[in-house]
């Protein structure tokens, strides 16, 4: 895989936080966590990634604009181009201690995202894409799975948590999907969850109430990957309504039609 200079940048800033995460992920117990705001948590890990990640970024491409989950956003003086970055997607499982959780940054140009990094230091799995260029785990190829039955496929979601209002749709949602799959996952980690559909490892993704950055490196993975991702109500931005759906091509409209009903 010969990436451009940019998807190398992106790679080597998600190491540079991964390796420090996984540094705070051994000590999870003595970190000083914070509340956020409901079921969101903060912790010292996650600010001093994002820290790594913008001075990295930044050093090497100082003109570009930044959107990241612990930062204000800055316009760059380059006004087509931005960092979406999501230091720590999956903090309610790193601050638990479950091993699932990825560092995400994505470039956007001229409003569509042309590079993607999801890294989970934890399995030492490196997603990336670029458009046009496909999409790799390491350095092997993705392809979403090939499986067209529901009763055969599996999905993951997240479910609200924290008093969330979207609540009521997504078990309404389950009771639908549930009786015709395979089963559904909810691994805590909205960036992961678009990689591994990407990977072929299940079928479908769908949920709301997320952020650009829990998803814009994942949507380009899972596109270069054969994917379709739209937003979950069929209409409105992709990357800011915060509710997507995505699945592999030949499944995507029996998954929808379900979600969707
Ligand atoms: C969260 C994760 C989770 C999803 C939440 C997100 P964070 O991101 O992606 O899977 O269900 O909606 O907020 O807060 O860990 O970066």
Request: charged share 25%; net charge negative; proline share 3%.
């Amino acid at each position: 895989m010969q990436g451009s200079a940019n998807l190398n940048i992106m790679i080597k800033a998600a190491r540079l936080a991964g390796r420090s995460l996984v540094k705070d992920f051994r000590e999870v117990e003595n970190l000083q966590v914070s509340m956020k705001g409901a079921g969101d948590f903060v912790s010292k890990a996650d600010l001093a990634a994002e820290r790594i990640i913008k001075e990295e970024l930044t050093e090497a491409r100082k003109n570009y604009g930044w959107v990241g989950e612990e930062s204000e956003a800055e316009q760059g003086e380059d006004p087509t181009r931005r960092w979406i970055v999501d230091p720590l997607d999956g903090t309610t499982n790193f601050l638990h201690g479950l091993p699932h959780w990825a560092v995400s940054i994505a470039l956007e140009h001229k409003g569509e995202i042309v590079a993607g990094v999801v890294y989970d230091p934890a399995k030492d799995e490196m997603f990336t894409a670029e458009k046009g260029q496909g999409a790799f785990l390491n350095e092997t190829r993705l392809r979403v799975s090939s499986r067209k039955r529901m009763i055969e496929s599996i999905f993951a979601t997240g479910v609200p948590f924290g008093g969330r209002a979207d609540l009521p749709e997504t078990l309404q949602d389950l009771a639908r999907l549930m009786p015709v799959c395979a089963g559904v996952r909810r691994w805590g980690a909205a960036a992961l969850d678009l990689a591994y559909v990407a990977a072929g490892r299940y079928e479908g993704f769908w949920e709301r109430g997320l952020h650009s950055w829990d998803i814009a490196a994942g949507i380009l993975i899972l596109r270069e990957s054969g994917g379709l991702v739209e937003p979950l109500s069929g209409t409105g931005d992709l990357l800011e309504g915060g509710e997507i759906i995505a699945a592999n091509e030949v499944i995507f409209e029996q998954f929808s039609k379900i979600i969707r009903a």
